[in-house]
T-cell receptor, first 113, second 110 residues
Framework: DSGVTQTPKHLITATGQRVTLRCSPR?????VYWYQQSLDQGLQFLIQ???????AKGNILERFSAQQFPDLHSELNLSSLELGDSALYFC????????????FGPGTRLTVT | DAKTTQPPSMDCAEGRAANLPCNHS???????VYWYRQIHSQGPQYIIH???NNETNEMASLIITEDRKSSTLILPHATLRDTAVYYC???????????FGTGTRLQVFP
């Protein structure tokens, strides 16, 4: 158990819908990362927040957005969902910067039908 | 970030050492070598990292060649629970994001 929690574990929704994935980092960790793992693209970095501020951006679509709240939990919002958004979404957290070790949560499996 | 090349799959007998190679010939001086693994569809798990010296922890050893163009992750006594995809990642000192490649699928057999 990494100490990072993600909810929900599974999510099934229809194309065009909007969903919110939630992540609680390890106690004391200020940095949160979101990654997407799909069958054809592998594990891809989406975005990083540090203490509430966006710190780095990767291959995140404009239909996706994220934020980190004052209590340090983070949410990833996915809108206008397409079939290709079906994937595992992982959240990770780390304590300091640079982040020598990232702790990954168990993931949210999103299925878009 | 420098690109890494890993064999797509490897087998190892239980109890033997598993040696997973990684080529990173374009690595620059400020880039670290990291290893993570992913067991089935669980979240990736950090194993070890290094800059130029060999490193060892309770999970594994990391051997980096003197020219830093390649490295080897060593699991000294592989168990069935070590069956996973192992990712070798090169990461610059001034960035935190991890760029995952396709990794090596290690199968440990009894």
């Amino acid at each position: 158990d990494s100490g990072v929690t993600q909810t929900p574990k599974h999510l099934i929704t229809a194309t065009g819908q909007r969903v919110t994935l939630r992540c609680s980092p390890r106690s004391g960790d200020l940095s949160v990362y979101w990654y997407q793992q799909s069958l054809d693209q592998g594990l891809q970095f989406l975005i990083q927040y540090y203490n509430g501020e966006e710190r780095a951006k990767g291959n995140i679509l404009e239909r996706f957005s994220a934020q980190q709240f004052p209590d340090l939990h983070s949410e990833l919002n996915l809108s206008s969902l397409e079939l290709g958004d079906s994937a595992l979404y992982f959240c990770a957290s780390s304590a300091d910067l640079p982040a020598y070790e990232q702790y990954f949560g168990p993931g949210t499996r999103l299925t878009v039908t | 970030d420098a690109k890494t090349t890993q064999p797509p799959s490897m087998d190892c007998a239980e109890g033997r050492a598993a040696n997973l190679p990684c080529n990173h010939s374009t690595i620059s001086g400020n880039e670290y070598v990291y290893w993570y693994r992913q067991i089935h569809s669980q979240g990736p798990q950090y194993i070890i990292h290094g800059l130029k010296n060999n490193e060892t922890n309770e999970m594994a050893s990391l051997i980096i060649t003197e020219d830093r163009k390649s490295s080897t992750l060593i699991l000294p006594h592989a168990t069935l629970r070590d069956t996973a995809v192992y990712y070798c990642i090169v990461r610059a000192r001034n960035t935190d994001k991890l760029i995952f490649g396709t990794g090596t699928r290690l199968q440990v057999f009894p």
